[in-house]
């Protein structure tokens, strides 16, 4: 769906306006299933009459442009509006997760020939093509009208503020990946050594080691490359948090709190990394 912004008036970090930044992913991926209380054959099967062998389509509203041409050719055009218009829902695709929706006239869902939709416009000769006015939709842009309007609001609150926290946090970690490492302590060579110790110290390694130490090499420059984007972590993290009001626009990652075992190690296990050595020394 398009964003319409003002090409010559575009908020500017100072402005502290949302969205700062423009968004990219898609909503129905953060879409949480939890909020519906039926399953989609069961929302489809609303359309069902006692004694009758004939789908009728059930009524919703769904977010869709009001442009039917344009909306087809390019759906994130940016002249494109969109609003919540009256829909007959008329079939699910359970690959696609999406439901097939046609835009009602005078509460009204009606082909080109002004008969009646039945069975979701399926007939023996299969699915005819797409009308203009009929769309595939997420679940997140489709409101039943069976169902509970406070429900779904909240719905589509808690997959936007999902969106908006992952994307931020990818803007996050671009901007440390994009921090130079040149200067910074790298890890010890005493460290490294031991690290690699420890790793190789199993049955398993010890018989494959020619092999392994091939690919040794690459292992240690992603040790190295990891240790010094963990050294910028730290030192972006604590400037963010120095400076809140400067740094507005950076979400920092959630820290979990650290737990502690509820026993401490066996005798023999302190003893064996002591020496070097793990469970498999043992």
């Not at 908006?164 to 005493?190: F, H, Q, W």
Request: charged letters at 30%; hydrophobic letters at 35%; proline letters at 8%.
């Amino acid at each position: 769906m398009p964003r319409h912004h003002d090409p010559d008036n575009m908020p500017t970090i100072q402005d502290k306006k949302d969205p700062l930044f423009p968004i990219y992913l898609s909503l129905k991926v953060f879409d949480n299933e939890e909020y519906d209380c039926r399953a989609p054959e069961e929302w489809i099967s609303l359309g069902l009459e006692p004694g009758s062998h004939d789908r009728k389509p059930v009524p919703g509203k769904a977010l869709l442009p009001t442009d039917d041409v344009l909306g087809h050719e390019d759906p994130k055009n940016p002249k494109l509006i969109y609003q919540w218009i009256d829909v007959g829902v008329l079939d699910y695709d359970k690959k696609t997760k999406l439901y097939l929706v046609h835009k009602t006239k005078n509460g009204m869902v009606r082909n080109e020939e002004g008969r009646p939709i039945l069975n979701g416009g399926v007939t023996s000769e299969g699915r005819a093509p797409l009308l203009p006015c009929q769309y595939w939709v997420p679940r997140v842009c489709l409101l039943f009208l069976a169902e509970d309007p406070r429900v779904f609001a909240q719905r589509v609150v808690s997959a936007d503020k999902l969106r908006k926290k992952t994307e931020a946090l990818l803007r996050y970690n671009l901007y440390v990946d994009c921090m130079p490492t040149d200067g910074l302590n790298s890890i010890s060579e005493e460290s490294l050594q031991r690290v690699k110790f420890l790793a190789m110290n199993t049955p398993k390694l010890r018989k494959a080691e020619k092999r392994i130490l091939d690919l040794m090499c690459c292992l240690e420059k992603e040790v190295r490359l990891d240790y010094e984007r963990t050294m910028n972590k730290i030192s972006f993290d604590r400037v963010v948090a120095s400076k809140p009001e400067l740094f507005f626009y950076v979400t920092l990652p959630h820290k979990e709190e650290e737990k502690g075992p509820e026993k401490g190690m066996e005798h023999g296990e302190a003893v064996g990394i002591q020496h070097g050595c793990g469970r498999s020394c043992l």
